[in-house]
């Protein structure tokens, strides 16, 4: 009988840990370049983006976080 809880309570514990290791390399790479949507929308038609807020932070050199982008701009290849 002891066997079986023993056998339970340790695979409980490995998904325990494993989630929690999965977590934190999911929140490590949050920080990926990421267009905002308004930017790509705009892009796709071959324009730029109209927002006063996208433009202050292609300034800066980032992807306005304001309308949901992340990071720095990707340099162009």
Known sequence: ?????LLVTLVVASSLI????FAAD???GSTAPKKAACCEK???????CGHEC???AAKAGKNCEK????GA???KK
Do not use: T
């Open 1 to 5: 009988m002891k066997l079986p809880k």
């Open 18 to 21: 494993s989630g929690f290791a």
């Open 26 to 28: 999911a929140a490590a």
């Open 42 to 48: 705009a892009a796709k038609d071959g324009k730029e």
């Open 54 to 56: 996208c433009a202050e």
């Open 67 to 70: 309308c949901g982008g992340a």
């Open 73 to 75: 701009i990707e340099a």
